[in-house]
């Protein structure tokens, strides 16, 4: 037999070695920078004993935040800069804009302690002109359960 009239057959398996080894990359990426991506103002919440929202209940879009930090000053969770503070005209104008988008959008209140409770009910009446028929607030749970707390007075 002569080499010449033998054939070689072509090699169908594929290899998916680099495959294997750009996924890791990417994976790695991702567990670096998705702690760095939460957004959001840091505020210093009041502990409530409330039920915590099913989020089944939430819908499909990610509901509208305000936060007041502890010098009062406003940041609104969706728009191109979370971080940066809000003028009222602005903010008003804002929630007015997203709330024609969605109308069913669920719209909270997530203020600092130690903010002054007359500028989170300005900023609450802001939300209601721009269009929130129901604002609700955001808490930290409380250490004691409620049952424990009556219990023990």
């Known amino acids: 037999m002569s080499s010449g009239s033998r054939r070689r057959r072509p090699i169908s398996e594929i290899n998916v070695v680099p495959y294997i080894d750009v996924m890791l990359v990417l994976l790695i990426i991702f567990m670096v920078t998705a702690p760095m991506l939460t957004q959001g103002v ?83 009446t802001l939300l209601q002109r721009a269009g929130a028929a129901r604002v609700g607030f955001i808490t930290e749970p409380t250490a004691v359960p409620p049952s424990a707390r009556a219990a023990s007075l």
Request: net charge negative.
């Open 42 to 124: 840091k505020v210093e919440l009041p502990q409530a004993a409330a039920e915590a929202i099913d989020p089944a209940d939430l819908g499909e879009r990610p509901p509208i935040v305000l936060s007041i930090d502890r010098e009062g000053r406003l940041f609104l969770n969706q728009g191109a800069t979370p971080e940066a503070a809000l003028t009222d005209d602005l903010l008003e104008a804002r929630v007015a804009a997203l709330l024609r988008r969605a109308p069913g959008v669920p719209v909270f209140v997530k203020g600092d302690r130690a903010v002054p409770y007359g500028r989170v009910v300005e900023a609450m």
